[in-house]
């Protein structure tokens, strides 16, 4: 997929990049790169105008058009990300208990989601409750889900490293 469009959006937990083409968001990643002179689509400000929601804490459900190439085993873990509700987590094997020989699979393609937040691979945990695995880094990972529960009034809650 060829991103021609960007926008770049601060957050509490760092500046965001929304990569888009004319149909789809391709792209939602924690990153400094520059955006060398890529100019924003109507897409990519939607985008950033629901993020801007979520971390206000107005908006606990996206609805973009998203799509990341990858095989057809990871477009059906990210299709399964999506429904996992908002503000609680699911372990890896959980997660993947449909396929339990294909829990590192499941993992690797959780991995190599390129949709960060709107595609929920932070609500995936250890099977142990501790927080593993986020290319955005686990403190990132842990101020979503926090947040997320604070949104969601659901008390506190404690992730081991």
């Known amino acids: 997929m060829n991103s021609k469009y960007c926008s770049m959006l601060e957050t509490p937990i ?12 391709s792209e939602i990643t924690f ?9 924003a689509n109507e897409l990519t400000k939607l985008a950033a105008r629901q993020l801007d ?10 609805d973009l058009p998203l799509k990341q190439s990858g095989t057809n085993f990871q477009q059906e ?3 399964s990300l999506l429904n996992i509700e908002y503000a ?11 396929k339990p020989l294909a829990i590192r699979a499941f993992a690797a393609a959780n991995g190599k989601n390129k949709i960060a937040i709107a595609i929920p691979c ?3 945990i250890g099977s142990s409750g501790k927080l593993v695995g986020y290319a955005g880094g686990l403190w990132r990972k842990q101020w979503l ?17």
């Open 14 to 25: 760092g500046i965001i990049m929304i990569f888009a083409d004319e149909q789809f968001i």
């Open 31 to 39: 990153t400094d790169r520059d955006s060398n002179g890529i100019s």
């Open 53 to 62: 929601k979520y971390f206000a804490g107005t908006l606990i459900a996206f």
């Open 77 to 79: 873990v990210w299709q």
């Open 88 to 98: 609680t987590t699911l372990s890896y094997a959980k997660f993947s208990e449909v």
């Open 122 to 124: 932070h609500r995936v």
């Open 145 to 161: 889900l926090q947040h997320e529960r604070n949104v969601a009034q659901k008390g506190q809650t404690e992730f081991k490293f």
